[in-house]
């Protein structure tokens, strides 16, 4: 077999910004030989909490929401986000995603170097 598959449910769960949320990383460097990926995970943020404030030095990063209801802060302001929603972090802008619900919420990321 030429192309890398992987079960989903065998990939651990780790911290993630901080323990606020979870991640599985589903493809990393180590499967991809492109300069330019940095990583493509799938995150859990539980009720009532954040993904705080971060930004990711020199990296893209793309958000598909899977599950949930909750909010998106830059330094602009704040946005909703909903099950379907992409979102598009340009690299080094600070940001925080929110779960004001009570049910864990998930996401898809991509994360790009520029």
Known sequence: M???KRDSTEI??????????ARKVF???DHLKSAHFEAMTYGYLPGGNSFDWH???DIEEIMVV???DGEVHDEDGVYEY???DVFVYPAN????VHNPTN???EMIFVRVKV
């Open 66 to 68: 899977i599950k949930g």
């Open 103 to 105: 049910e864990e919420h």
């Open 12 to 21: 651990q769960k780790e911290e993630a910004h901080g323990g606020t949320g």
């Open 55 to 57: 930004d990711h030095t």
């Open 27 to 29: 493809a990393s460097p």
């Open 82 to 84: 909903h099950a379907g």
């Open 2 to 4: 030429k192309v890398i």
């Open 93 to 96: 802008i600070k940001h925080k």
